[in-house]
């Protein structure tokens, strides 16, 4: 016997509410002609005027759509700026964005007055591991766009997804089926014809990617899963503006304490110190302040979307910032896939999004067994 669709599964979760909503509360209800409850179903007087009271569109669905849509494209602008401006040190890159996103944040918290401070032993373990491994996945993703085409480093990163359900197999108890171990292993093939697609067509004239970005960018992938596990693990939840703050300020003041003794260690011993701090000119200042600031912004939307939608629709929707990259890619650096990459692109990109929805339907079936028949 096959398993319903996701539609059938959201209809039977709404019926099988409506039922439980009708016995606990039938006393205050006025009964109506119904197919539910032996012929009656009763309904609240004034659940009739929620049903037909509108929705805030600050708060409705549509309005978290277009927060993640939002989210994508300043992502896709801020790391295509990131792949232009090679020549400026990655370190500066680093400490712009989070410098520029500490600020922006710092304002709001003042503006809303947050307690900043008010955070409990288990809220302070969630914003070290997110600062942490945030921090390591935004150097490790500033790398891979400086050093490899913006368009397959964001694939690339894409498919953390893929990490999320290997390590909620080992931190969070969740099992591993066997469509999910299929398309991890598609999406593992569809990295290796992005990276090295001479390998798989024993061809020396494709072009090859550089190796070390490549695993920069799998990292980025890896460190988001990471962060994304824990969080999920702690069953915390933290005011979203609390956690940017925190997360900025860690990265502002390791990218300037980085810099700062990297500069003067090279500088004492002699050595190039190009690579830590370099000259830049107004249009520089002016990339960077754009990279922090459509870095802030995707941060914040992102953040707001996922606390208002599914995070599936979230994840779905956020893919969007590919098509972004590489459009710019193409049509600004003049960067053609060749076939072969374009396959893994096509492939791993499928494959992601189908762990996302298999994902999504397993939780379904493990919270709601009663709306599933048994396949024995």
Known sequence: MRHPTLRQIKKMMARERQIYNAWSNKDHMHAESSPLLGGKAYKLADEEEEDTAPVPFLKSRKFGVILITLSALSYGLSASIVSMEKDIATPLVVGARFLGAFV??????????????????????????RSIFGFISFVCGTYAFQNMPVGEATVIVSMAPVFVALLSTCFLGESLSCTTTLLILLSMSGVVMIVDPDAIASSTTLP???????????AQAFSKAVSYIFIKRSNNRIYFLTMIFWYALFGTLVSLLFIVVAYFSLKSAGKDTSWVVNNVDTKDYLCLFAISILGFISQLTLTKATQMINTTIVSLVRNTDILVTMMFQIFYFHIVPCWLQIIGMVVMVIATLCILLTKERERVITQHPRCFPRCD
Do not use: E, H, M
Not at 110 to 126: P, T
Not at 208 to 218: D, E, Q, Y
């Open 104 to 129: 922006c944040t710092a304002i709001g918290c003042a503006i809303n007055r947050v307690n900043l401070l008010a955070l409990n032993r288990a809220s302070v373990k969630v914003l070290i591991f």
């Open 208 to 218: 090859r990617l550089n190796i070390i970005a490549a695993v920069a960018a799998i």
